[in-house]
Structures are given as C-alpha cells and as structure tokens.
Nanobody
Framework: QVQLVESGGGLVQAGGSLRLSCAVS????????MGWFRQAPGKERTFVGG????????YYANSVKGRFTISKDDIKNMVYLQMNSLKPDDTAVYYC????????????????WGQGTQVTVSS
C-alpha cells in the first residue's frame, strides 16, 4: 500500500510561484506513475501532470504546460510540483496520487491518494 502526504500549499499572488511536495511511503513499484491533480470548488478533479516512478518521463495537462514542472527525489522518496506564473484559475486543492497504469490521466486510473493541499492564487 502506498501512502502519500502533500504539503506546501498556501496563498500566493498572481504571477508568483509555489512548490508542492508529496512524501511517498509504503510499497511502490518501478512501473508506477505519480500524478498531480487539482480540484476547484464545485468542479471535477482534473489531471495536472505525472512522472514515472522509474526514470524522469513527465507529461502535463495543456493548461499548465510550460508553467508547472514535476520532479522527484528518489533518495528522499519525494515528488514535487513546481508551479510558476500562477493564475487565479490555478486556485484549487492539489492532490498527489499513484497509479499502476502506463499512461494515467484519469482520476479513476489512480489507486492511492493523498489528503490534498490548498493553493489559493489572489489577483
């Protein structure tokens, strides 16, 4: 079982940056993908991006491509979401998740979830 704990959320002005962290513990497999999702009030949870647990392959939703970067620290078992040029539309609860699916972009592809961390971008 994989346990995920996010941190790093907060309030930031538009144009600013924030880095979210996801601590990964428990049993993981090299084939897993670690993903980030977000959910704004009254909206569905949407895919932000993902990174393979083995290697450095990343992929992103079009809405964040070029602004957000996912990375990981294999020694610390951490996954990060660096968010730059933040916009008010980026305001949401951000979730870290783990998936055994090869190219997971749907929330149903993910089997393990963190509790989420709030990101608020003011205009």
């Amino acid at each position: 079982q994989v346990q995920l704990v996010e941190s790093g959320g907060g309030l930031v002005q538009a144009g600013g940056s924030l880095r979210l962290s996801c601590a990964v513990s428990g049993r993981t497999f090299s084939s897993y993908v670690m993903g980030w999702f977000r959910q704004a009030p009254g909206k569905e949870r949407t895919f932000v991006g993902g990174i393979r647990w083995s290697g450095t392959t990343t992929y992103y939703a079009n809405s964040v491509k070029g602004r957000f970067t996912i990375s990981k620290d294999d020694i610390k078992n951490m996954v990060y979401l660096q968010m730059n040029s933040l916009k008010p539309d980026d305001t949401a609860v951000y979730y870290c998740a783990a998936s055994p699916v090869y190219y997971p972009i749907r929330s149903s592809d993910y089997t393990n979830w963190g509790q989420g961390t709030q990101v608020t971008v003011s205009s």
